[in-house]
């Protein structure tokens, strides 16, 4: 990871950064932008900001990572909702049903974490 203060107020993968946010870029997207002069990575530009500014240091998610992100929640929200409901449910046969989509969303969660 490659540290920088942000110099110009810029958009990468979708995120907008501000300017004199620090912030922890993959080393590949941190060296092109320090190259192009829209940040600085310099421990004196970053110190600035972080103990004059009060700036806390982020780390950049690339847009992959928040797309996983996303869907892990999604699958953890349908697994708790599935769960609650199995609880909730009296008749047998329903509830071998909700069991069944309990299952499924516990099994597409630990296959998206494993390919992750």
């Known amino acids: ?8 107020d810029r958009t990468v993968d979708e995120l907008r950064y ?10 590949a997207i ?5 190259a192009t002069g829209e940040v600085d ?4 530009g970053i110190d600035y900001c972080i ?3 009060g700036a806390e240091p982020i780390v950049h998610e690339e ?4 797309a996983a992100t996303a ?14 409901a199995v609880k909730g449910e009296k008749d047998a046969g ?8 309990a299952k499924a969303a516990a099994a597409a969660l630990k296959d998206a974490k494993a390919k992750a």
Not at 41 to 44: A, E, L, M, P, W
């Open 63 to 66: 847009a992959a990572e928040r």
């Open 94 to 101: 329903k509830r071998a049903e909700l069991q069944k989509v």
């Open 51 to 53: 103990k004059e500014l």
């Open 30 to 34: 941190g060296k092109q932008l320090t």
């Open 41 to 44: 990575d310099s421990k004196g």
């Open 18 to 27: 501000r300017v004199n946010q620090v912030v922890d870029f993959p080393d």
């Open 1 to 8: 990871m490659k540290r920088v203060r942000i110099l110009v």
């Open 71 to 84: 869907q892990f929640a999604d699958l953890e929200a349908a697994l708790k909702a599935a769960n609650a």
